[in-house]
């Protein structure tokens, strides 16, 4: 059977949008000869649509959206369509919408199946708005029997995971069900289909390929997976489709973190693109290169998806902002960056020209706007409540705290969104300043830790210098006082950063992460007290881009007034 697996990058709400780009894709799939055209998860609406979903008017534009897609199939010779989309639930009683698998063919919606394991954890919401399946079936298309699953629905192999999240497992039950077939049909060649939306995380295709190849060789099955790519809000889907033969082997690939069609032949084993060309599946990116995709995917989609087209992003001279305005310019082009630079008279003159430099290798725009006399008005005005009282933090959140709001006049002035500069390492512990360095539209290194800020700069360098390689070798600085140094507040990044992956990403205890990198566990106790101090200032954040398993944001809920024992 010749399947399309058709990897979109559909918006949220766009019905029209993504009716177009579904058709556009499937007249791809019939070029090629495919029987089937496979799209994501919610295709129809985006994923995730959230409280959409308890709009009625939402469901029913989905339902003709749907019913437009359908229409097109009843062309002599089209493909069928698999696709996915909101339905209104059946039940009386219970939630109200269903999370649904349709399959389009002649001109009609032939076979429904909704998806039965909603998930309810880490950035996963399901249970809040979908009706879960009671049982699902078996259907065929031109003689094929499939079986159709929903993202979560095929991730609960108990051969496969030490600790199954649900005690049923869906594609166990379809696979039982292939035995009671007539005989002309349980003989066929089984086929597991998955539509998926699945967030990226730093090592997920890896582990997504290995999950769906056990699989595959557990039900001696072909196992097809098509997953969204594109970012939506924090999320980064990173498509990386899959065709996994039932000996476990891939044989076709999407593109990571690109949209792409890809025709695979369960009959021969052949997967090719647009002109039928046979091609080889992806070798996965490395780490570095995938976050790097990942930060840019999500930077544009993000900026496009909001209705903008530039972005500003404040210039210090540091290795953060230097790596954001790489990003934004990969994403957006040079046209629409600007970088701004800002120094104050604790700025040294080898940052200003550090910016400057930056700015001319990446082709922007540059202006500087020094803030010593708006910071000496603001000294001034403050001095008869601050008399007395030595130069402190209040002074230096001042600085950053000018900087943001020339940085949204400029952004309200030109319509362009603010890009904030913080990564993971000082979000967790605090060492940001609310209404300063945070203030912006998308914290696109939010969930990137300092000593990977390092890394892939690295990566953007390695054809050309891009970020300058002073900025590279200089001491961490927020540049605020004299003489300032990062390790004048906390650990070296290279101690720190291992502390907190521990306890934000994997829930270590203090004595844990002590035992286990072999530092002091009160110098662990002291890094775990700043992180928990600062819940405040997380949730007052810019939406943080996700790139590892667990990120600031809705994947992460902790509350703020809390007193906890670390």
């Known amino acids: 059977m010749k399947i399309a697996l058709a990897q979109i990058n559909p918006t949220v709400g766009d019905f029209a949008g993504n009716t177009k780009k579904i058709l556009e894709y499937a007249v791809r799939a ?13 295709a129809v609406c985006g994923y995730p649509p959230a409280d959409f979903l308890e709009k009625d ?5 989905a339902g003709e959206a749907v019913a ?3 229409a097109w199939t009843a062309g002599a010779g089209r493909p069928a369509i698999l696709c996915g989309t909101v339905m209104p639930a059946t039940s009386p009683v219970g939630k109200q ?7 389009l063919s002649e001109g009609r919606v032939s076979f429904v199946q909704q998806k039965m394991l909603l998930p309810f954890y880490d950035v996963f919401d399901e249970q809040r708005y979908f009706e879960p399946a009671a049982q699902q079936t078996l259907t065929c298309v031109g003689g094929e029997p499939l079986a159709i699953t929903v993202c979560e629905d095929a991730w609960n192999d108990k051969g496969f995971w030490p600790r199954p999240m649900y005690k049923v497992d869906p594609v166990e039950a379809l696979m039982g069900q292939w035995e009671t077939l007539p005989k002309e049909l349980a003989g066929r060649q089984r086929i597991i289909l998955n539509i998926s939306a699945s967030p990226y995380w730093q090592g997920k295709p890896q582990v997504r390929q290995r999950m769906l190849a056990a699989l595959a060789q557990r039900h001696g099955a072909y196992v097809v997976m098509v997953n969204q790519v594109g970012g939506n809000d924090s999320l980064v889907f990173d498509g990386s489709s899959l065709a996994i033969r039932p000996d476990g082997e891939l044989v076709a690939r999407g593109a990571s973190f690109a949209e792409d069609l890809v025709v695979f032949d369960t009959e021969c084993d052949v997967a090719g693109t647009q002109g039928d060309e046979s091609v080889p599946a992806d070798a996965v990116v490395d780490e570095v290169g995938a976050t790097w995709q990942a930060l840019v995917l999500g930077t544009r989609d993000y900026v496009t998806k909001c209705g903008f087209k530039k972005v500003l992003v404040g210039l210090s001279g540091g290795i953060d902002s230097a790596l954001v305005a790489a990003i934004a310019v990969e994403a957006l082009g040079a046209e629409n960056v600007l970088g701004v630079g800002m120094p104050s008279e604790y700025s040294s003159l080898g ?9 001319k290798n990446l082709g922007i725009r540059f202006e500087l706007l020094p803030i010593h006399d708006v910071f000496a008005q603001y000294q001034s005005v403050l001095k008869p409540l601050f008399a007395g009282t030595p130069f402190g933090l209040a002074e230096e959140n001042l600085q950053s705290r000018i900087r943001g709001t020339l940085l949204m006049a400029l ?4 319509g362009a969104l603010v890009l904030t500069t913080g990564n993971k390492s000082e979000m967790s512990v605090g060492y940001c300043t609310l209404y300063g360095d945070m203030v912006g539209a998308l914290a696109v290194i939010g969930d990137v830790m300092k000593t990977k800020v390092y890394a892939l700069s690295r990566y953007v360098n390695q054809r050309r210098e891009v970020i300058p390689w002073e900025t590279m070798e200089k001491a961490p600085s927020a540049e605020l006082r004299p003489e300032q140094r990062d390790t004048d507040s906390l650990p070296p990044y290279e101690v720190l950063d291992p502390i907190l992956e521990a306890y934000v990403e994997r829930y270590c205890s203090a004595e844990q992460i002590a035992a286990e990198q072999g530092v002091d566990v009160e110098l662990v106790r002291s890094v775990l007290k700043l992180v928990e101090q600062s819940e405040y200032k997380r949730q007052q954040a810019a939406p943080v881009l996700k790139v590892t398993r667990k990120s600031f944001g809705m994947g992460r809920r902790f509350p703020i007034a809390v007193k906890v024992q670390v």
Do not use: Q, T, W
């Open 97 to 103: 919408v269903r999370n649904v698998a349709v399959l």
């Open 30 to 42: 019939e070029e090629l000869g495919a029987r089937l055209a496979v799209f994501p998860e919610l």
């Open 411 to 414: 952004s309200n002035k030109f």
């Open 57 to 61: 008017v939402f469901v029913a534009r």
């Open 351 to 359: 940052s200003i020209e550090d910016a400057r430099r930056l700015a």
């Open 68 to 70: 437009e897609i359908a």
